[in-house]
């Protein structure tokens, strides 16, 4: 066909002016590479038809293709879904403090597992660790990679080659099919189940202890709640009785808080402090969750028992790199000053936004949200922002959003995905035939409206 020979070849695309500027940019192996698929492109295109493409064309695909390969995978977007801890979007945003400690850990060598004072080896975890007991009452503490390694490894030392009595109602599974009777299996450890998924009493738990318990555990409801004929064992009693038997208490706080929310009128959700005091003997909880923090689990409670998880060789495997301590260090050092808490920590300050104060962005950015989406109706609503990650499933914050609606059955779905391939991506969600975009994660007005100037 006379247009496949008018394609230039790949020497030539490399010796024009745009060819030279693409290796220059790119590296010259990536640049031919580029160049490669294009012209495979173009080949197709004219045996269905189409003009040949000339050099420039050829170039400009190519260049198309090296750019779309240089945007990172984790970028970063506009959280607009409505839930602030949002999993599939990395959960808690990181205090400036915490941002900074972990820069200064990634550019220097770091007193990891060096101790300044005698100049020898020293814990890695030591300066989290006394913070985390400081902030919580804790006799002691370790962290690894997530609340999720926390609870395996806390099963593994402790209760590995026996039982541990859980009530059906705490059976929980979380993102990713993270079961709790699957964790205590791959942790060596026969589940016992007591009560009824509604209600469990004390006798039950007392009826189900025998020699080969090795452990009770008690999970806290994060991600789920049932309401109605309901009982549950407090932790105080729970742990008394385990300590009656002699038997440890392992109390899973799943999404943890350090402090009381309901001091900012949020609702209320048991602190790690609480848990401490009412006697269990360890207590698990998340990093990147209400505690506002990078990634990561942490297990406080008995010296003795934290020494024998330290001990075991899973914690080697699980454990945190210094960026993720350095970010630690920094974010609980914030809890130190509760009263400037919700200025400093981003999660917090995200969930303490009034609705007035997010309505007021509403009414403000109405007006130019519509006039760049000139087939949209643009409005704003009342809607309910989620806090997310299993925290305080059934609660909700009061929000404003605006509302996108256009013609057609798809219109919502046609604009969300436009706006998911902006260069920064915006994020909604769908719900009664609109596009409906929470503003209480938007920091300023002008990341929406640059964002959108590119469409």
């Given at each position: 066909m006379?247009?496949?020979?008018?394609?230039p070849?790949?020497?030539?695309?490399?010796?024009?002016a745009?060819?030279?500027?693409?290796a220059?940019?790119?590296?010259?192996?990536?640049?031919?590479?580029a160049?490669r698929?294009?012209?495979?492109?173009?080949?197709?295109?004219?045996?269905?038809g189409?003009?040949?493409p000339?050099?420039d064309?050829?170039?400009?695909?190519?260049?198309?293709?090296?750019?779309?390969d240089?945007?990172?995978?984790?970028?970063?977007?506009?959280?607009?879904?409505?839930t602030?801890?949002?999993?599939?979007?990395?959960?808690?945003?990181?205090a400036?403090?915490?941002?900074a400690?972990?820069?200064?850990?990634m550019?220097?060598?770091?007193?990891l597992?060096y101790?300044?004072?005698?100049?020898?080896?020293?814990?890695?975890?030591?300066?989290?660790?006394?913070?985390?007991?400081?902030?919580?009452?804790?006799e002691?503490a370790?962290?690894?990679?997530?609340?999720?390694?926390?609870?395996l490894?806390?099963?593994?030392?402790?209760?590995?080659?026996g039982?541990?009595?859980?009530?059906?109602?705490?059976l929980?599974?979380?993102?990713?099919?993270?079961?709790?009777?699957?964790?205590m299996?791959?942790?060596?450890?026969?589940?016992?189940?007591?009560?009824?998924?509604?209600?469990?009493?004390?006798?039950?738990?007392?009826d189900a202890?025998?020699?080969e318990?090795?452990?009770?555990?008690?999970?806290?409801?994060s991600?789920?709640?049932?309401?109605?004929?309901t009982?549950?064992?407090?932790?105080?009693?729970?742990?008394?009785?385990?300590h009656?038997?002699?038997?440890?208490m392992?109390?899973?706080?799943?999404?943890?808080?350090?402090?009381?929310?309901t001091?900012?009128g949020?609702?209320?959700?048991?602190?790690?402090?609480?848990?401490?005091?009412?006697?269990?003997?360890?207590v698990?909880f998340?990093?990147?969750?209400l505690?506002?923090?990078?990634q990561a689990?942490?297990?406080?409670?008995?010296?003795?028992?934290?020494e024998?998880?330290?001990?075991?060789?899973?914690?080697?495997?699980?454990r945190?790199?210094?960026?993720?301590?350095?970010a630690?260090?920094?974010?609980?050092?914030?809890?130190?000053?509760?009263?400037?808490?919700?200025?400093?920590?981003?999660?917090?300050r995200l969930?303490?936004?009034?609705?007035?104060?997010i309505?007021?962005?509403?009414?403000?950015?109405?007006?130019?949200v519509?006039?760049?989406?000139p087939?949209?109706?643009?409005?704003?609503?009342d809607?309910?922002?989620?806090?997310g990650s299993?925290a305080?499933p059934?609660?909700t914050?009061?929000?404003?959003?605006?509302?996108?609606?256009g013609?057609?059955?798809?219109?919502?779905d046609?604009?969300?995905?436009r706006?998911r391939?902006?260069?920064?991506?915006?994020?909604g969600?769908i719900?009664?035939g609109?596009?409906?975009l929470?503003?209480?994660?938007l920091a300023d007005?002008?990341?929406?409206l640059g964002?959108?100037?590119?469409?």
């Amino acid at each position: 066909m006379d247009g496949l020979r008018a394609l230039p070849g790949v020497d030539r695309l490399l010796s024009a002016a745009a060819g030279r500027a693409l290796a220059e940019r790119h590296g010259r192996q990536a640049a031919t590479g580029a160049l490669r698929a294009a012209l495979d492109d173009a080949r197709d295109a004219v045996r269905g038809g189409a003009a040949a493409p000339d050099a420039d064309a050829i170039c400009a695909l190519a260049a198309a293709r090296l750019d779309a390969d240089r945007l990172p995978a984790q970028r970063p977007v506009l959280n607009l879904t409505g839930t602030v801890l949002h999993t599939n979007l990395g959960r808690a945003l990181l205090a400036d403090a915490a941002i900074a400690a972990a820069a200064e850990a990634m550019r220097a060598p770091v007193a990891l597992e060096y101790d300044l004072s005698s100049g020898r080896r020293g814990e890695r975890d030591a300066s989290v660790a006394r913070l985390i007991c400081e902030l919580t009452g804790a006799e002691a503490a370790t962290i690894v990679n997530n609340n999720a390694a926390a609870v395996l490894l806390a099963l593994n030392t402790v209760a590995d080659g026996g039982e541990g009595i859980v009530s059906r109602g705490e059976l929980v599974e979380i993102g990713g099919a993270f079961r709790i009777p699957d964790i205590m299996a791959r942790a060596g450890v026969r589940l016992v189940e007591v009560g009824t998924t509604n209600r469990t009493h004390l006798r039950d738990y007392r009826d189900a202890i025998r020699p080969e318990t090795a452990l009770v555990m008690k999970v806290h409801p994060s991600n789920y709640r049932i309401d109605g004929f309901t009982a549950a064992v407090p932790g105080d009693e729970l742990a008394a009785l385990a300590h009656g038997a002699g038997v440890p208490m392992l109390h899973d706080l799943g999404s943890g808080t350090l402090v009381d929310m309901t001091r900012w009128g949020l609702p209320a959700e048991p602190t790690v402090a609480q848990a401490v005091a009412e006697g269990a003997d360890l207590v698990t909880f998340s990093g990147d969750k209400l505690l506002g923090g990078p990634q990561a689990g942490f297990i406080v409670g008995r010296a003795e028992l934290i020494e024998r998880i330290d001990r075991n060789p899973l914690k080697r495997a699980l454990r945190l790199d210094k960026i993720r301590l350095a970010a630690l260090d920094a974010t609980l050092r914030l809890y130190r000053d509760p009263d400037r808490l919700a200025d400093r920590l981003p999660t917090l300050r995200l969930l303490t936004r009034t609705r007035d104060d997010i309505a007021a962005q509403a009414a403000r950015l109405v007006a130019p949200v519509a006039a760049m989406l000139p087939d949209y109706r643009v409005a704003v609503i009342d809607c309910a922002s989620q806090i997310g990650s299993g925290a305080l499933p059934v609660e909700t914050l009061p929000s404003a959003a605006l509302a996108l609606t256009g013609a057609g059955g798809d219109a919502p779905d046609r604009l969300a995905a436009r706006l998911r391939a902006l260069p920064l991506p915006v994020i909604g969600r769908i719900r009664d035939g609109a596009l409906v975009l929470d503003l209480r994660c938007l920091a300023d007005d002008g990341d929406l409206l640059g964002a959108l100037t590119r469409l």
